[in-house]
């Protein structure tokens, strides 16, 4: 019973290059969150997303971010033209319920953009 | 604006003694909170939680205080293991706001053998 995984572990990215950041739910959970954790920061949240739907997109940046949670295949973070302040660990958790308590969270990937 | 304020970096407590975390927040909507746990290279792990209606929980060594009144709630680990040595993020959630969390910054513990 594989937990949250998240793929890559560690990507680096050129300024100007897309990073695209995949996460793939525990068995049996079809709500997906994304987190962003900045240096000597806590985790900020980011997006909540349920299969094929958004349901709260609160915390994106306004531009170059966007997340889908397709029917099949894993959540994906995208972030396109990448700059040195999108470098951080980007967390992703699932839950089989929309309340917090059930979250698992992923290893992360952590972006470093040059 | 921080929501959820742990206000002490770093605690150090010798292995056997008590560790005492604290987490204070200033949004009276939130009705859940909970503490993870989280060592380098991984996620946060859950530890352990409370609602509001409650003002203490336990679970094993931990134990999480609730005090509403303040905006303040605190995690008690008794005794302290070189293996608590991690980072403890508290976190709160409202009702209603579709389960997203909000963090504080985290809190750097070391249990000293």
């Known amino acids: 019973n594989a937990g949250v995984m998240q793929n890559p572990r560690h990507l680096v990215r050129r300024r100007g290059q897309e990073a695209r950041l995949r996460c793939s739910p525990m068995k049996g959970h079809s709500h997906v969150y994304w987190y962003r954790q900045l240096p000597e920061e806590g985790l900020k949240f980011m997006v909540y997303?349920?299969?094929?739907?958004?349901?709260?997109e609160s915390g994106m940046p306004k531009e170059r971010f966007s997340a889908e949670f397709p029917k099949e295949g894993p959540s994906i973070l995208r972030i396109q033209q990448v700059v040195r302040g999108d470098s951080a660990a980007y967390f992703c958790?699932?839950?089989?319920?929309?309340?917090?308590?059930?979250?698992?969270f992923g290893s992360g990937t952590r972006l470093t953009v040059v | 604006d921080q929501q959820v304020k742990q206000n002490s970096p770093s605690l150090s407590v010798q292995e056997g003694r008590i560790s005492i975390l604290n987490c204070d927040y200033t949004?009276?909507?939130?009705?859940?909170f909970l503490w993870y746990k989280k060592y380098p290279a991984e996620g946060p792990t859950f530890l352990i939680s409370i609602s509001s209606i409650k003002d203490k929980n336990e679970d094993g060594r931990f134990t999480v205080f609730l005090n509403k009144s303040a905006k303040h709630l605190s995690l008690h680990i008794v005794p302290s293991q070189p293996g608590d040595s991690a980072v403890y993020f508290c976190?709160?959630?409202?009702?209603?706001?579709?389960?997203?969390?909000?963090f504080g910054k985290g809190i750097t513990l070391s249990v000293r053998p």
């Open positions: 949004n009276s909507m939130f009705d859940y």
């Open positions: 958790a699932s839950s089989p319920n929309d309340r917090g308590s059930g979250y698992t």
């Open positions: 997303l349920q299969k094929e739907n958004i349901i709260d």
């Open positions: 976190a709160a959630s409202e009702e209603g706001a579709n389960s997203k969390l909000t």
